[in-house]
């Protein structure tokens, strides 16, 4: 099992740009996760999906879309990148929405210039 | 507003010597507490705590709950270079936007 992946590792985007993170899990999940990761911040949910075929805003939806695309795969898109969008993006699953341990991918690093 | 609030922020600490790790949090309609261990990439699951007063151990690791003070401590014996890492601290809260509601972390260096 691979787990959570997330492509690409690395990103730099010019301000304005627009992109899509992938993100898949091989673990039958249902719900599914994505966060950023700031110095000093700590890790804030920016969307998750609950199960298929629902997304719902987390505590810093602006700037971000998602798309549930199927069971496995969740994907983050930043239409129109902003400097202030540079971060380290994880996605998360787990098994429920609910109290339940979370399981991360290694991150995607983006920087917006 | 719900929060989580890790100390110290920063640790150093020789091989062989024992931390805890705190952890204290103000949330509504509190239902777990979750320890996660990060180094250079992805956050990694330690314990999950329900429950006040029951110890979870995994090896050198322990973790306990207090519900009533609202508070968490996370130990860790005979420390190792491999210990050193960023610990983070999580707490669910029911009905919450944030599903997980994240400390920033305490910062553990282990020097041998």
């Known amino acids: 099992n691979a787990g959570v992946t997330q492509t690409p590792k690395f990103q730099v985007l010019k301000t304005g740009q627009s992109m899509t993170l992938q993100c898949a899990q091989d673990m039958n999940h249902n719900s599914m996760y994505w966060y950023r990761q700031d110095p000093g911040m700590g890790l804030r949910l920016i969307y998750y999906?609950?199960?298929?075929?629902?997304?719902d805003k987390g505590e810093v939806p602006n700037g971000y879309n998602v798309s549930r695309l199927n069971k496995r795969e969740f994907s983050l898109r930043l239409e129109s990148a902003a400097p202030s969008q540079t971060s380290v993006y994880f996605c998360?699953?787990?098994?429920?929405?609910?109290?339940?341990?979370?399981?991360f991918g290694p991150g995607t690093r983006l920087t917006v210039t | 507003e719900d929060k989580v609030v890790q100390s110290p922020l920063s640790l150093v600490v020789h091989e062989g010597d024992t931390v805890t790790l705190n952890c204290s949090y103000e949330v509504t309609n509190f239902r777990s507490l979750l320890w996660y261990k990060q180094e250079k990439k992805a956050p990694t699951f330690l314990f999950m705590l329900t429950s006040s007063g029951i110890e979870k151990k995994s090896g050198r690791l322990s973790s306990i709950l207090d519900k009533k003070e609202l508070f968490s401590i996370l130990n860790i014996t005979a420390t190792q270079t491999g210990d050193s890492a960023i610990y983070l601290c999580a707490v669910y809260s029911a009905g919450s936007a944030r599903q997980l509601t994240f400390g920033s972390g305490t910062q553990l260096t282990v020097l041998p």
């Open positions: 999906s609950a199960s298929e075929g629902t997304t």
């Open positions: 998360a699953s787990s098994a429920r929405q609910g109290p339940y341990e979370q399981y």
